[in-house]
């Protein structure tokens, strides 16, 4: 049985399955939706962290010992920028910096952010489409007892440190799926949905929060998989693990099944957290436990054949 597959992606670890996707799957068979709300303006530059994880991850750019940015990357216009008295709490690299400035001088053109990625992606030799999850701004913000606050200012200024006791979506309602991922969601050949293993709260509802598509999907009858964040009951990058003991929910594959609730009817977990098997299975879900830690590009792949065989799909 063959099909397309849309794949909702936050940043590294959603990067990475993206990656594994991509190199199972032709461009034709896949859609890449990414988190948007991430994004902010910083230096006068549109930066867009999870789109450019993303895009690093499909071209082999990616720092995969930093966990973020460009590999073999330097730093000497951040340099210039500290020394002139401008904020650096949120570095730009030398070579972030030319995708930062191609994406920005080209919005304020007037292309839409979906035209942006598109030709940026073109430009880097991605032939599978990478897709915002909206063109109208819609940010992630995060409460605190100092009050809202733009999510990256609290996840790299302040270090994720001061609790977190609340999230919304500014521009939700109001926010309207990009053109790629409308096409993708009505495609008749769409075979399953895949929620990469990406922060639930940060990065996957913010998708969900874009106009339309979370019932979208609920009404789709296809098999909609979620591949856990978390690796022997932690997450490997970012702040999910804080997030989930803040809330009080449990810090296992448990709490993010009911999180997701109906929106997911399979779950991909590591081998490491076998133990929650049988309760995700009471929930009702199909199961697949296997190693999912992704260190080489090996794992990827057969991270994403995994969830490929687990809709019922066949590699090309």
Avoid at 15 to 25: D, P, S, T, Y
Avoid at 84 to 111: C, V, Y
Avoid at 272 to 299: I, N, S, W
Wanted: proline share 6%; charged share 20%.
């Amino acid at each position: 049985m063959s099909g397309h597959v849309l794949a909702l992606s936050g940043g590294v670890g959603g990067a990475k399955l993206a990656a594994g996707l991509a190199a199972v799957l032709p461009p034709e068979r896949l859609t890449i939706a990414v988190n948007t709300g991430d994004d902010f303006e910083h230096l006068g530059l549109t930066i867009c962290p999870d789109i450019d994880s993303v895009v690093y991850a499909l071209v082999g750019l990616n720092d995969t010992q930093r966990g973020w940015g460009v590999t073999g990357e330097t730093w000497q216009a951040m340099a210039m920028l500290k020394a002139l008295g401008e904020k650096g709490w949120f570095n730009l690299g030398d070579r972030d910096l030319g995708m930062h400035i191609a994406r920005s001088w080209r919005l304020r053109g007037g292309e839409s952010l979906s035209e942006v990625t598109a030709r940026l992606t073109r430009g880097l030799g991605i032939a599978h489409p990478v897709v915002p999850m909206s063109d109208d701004p819609l940010r992630t913000q995060v409460l605190t007892e100092a009050g809202w606050t733009d999510f990256q200012r609290w996840f790299v200024e302040l270090q994720c440190g001061p609790e977190l006791k609340g999230i919304r979506f500014a521009g939700a309602p109001g926010a309207a799926p990009a053109p790629g991922l409308l096409a993708a969601l009505e495609r008749p050949d769409l075979a399953a949905v895949v929620l990469c293993p990406s922060n639930p709260f940060l990065s996957v509802d913010p998708i969900l929060a874009v106009d339309g598509v979370r019932d979208r999907l609920l009404s789709l009858q296809v098999p909609r998989i979620a591949v856990s964040p978390l690796v022997g009951g932690k997450a490997v990058k970012g702040p999910l693990s804080k997030l989930l003991a803040e809330r009080g929910q449990g810090e296992d594959n448990i709490a993010i099944a009911k999180h997701y609730g109906p929106l997911v009817g399979h779950m991909v977990i590591d081998s490491g957290d076998a133990r929650d098997e049988p309760g995700l299975r009471a929930l009702g879900l199909e199961v697949v436990v296997m190693p999912t830690l992704m260190k080489q590009a090996e794992d990827r792949a057969r991270l994403a054949q995994a969830v490929l065989r687990a809709a019922g799909l066949e590699q090309d």
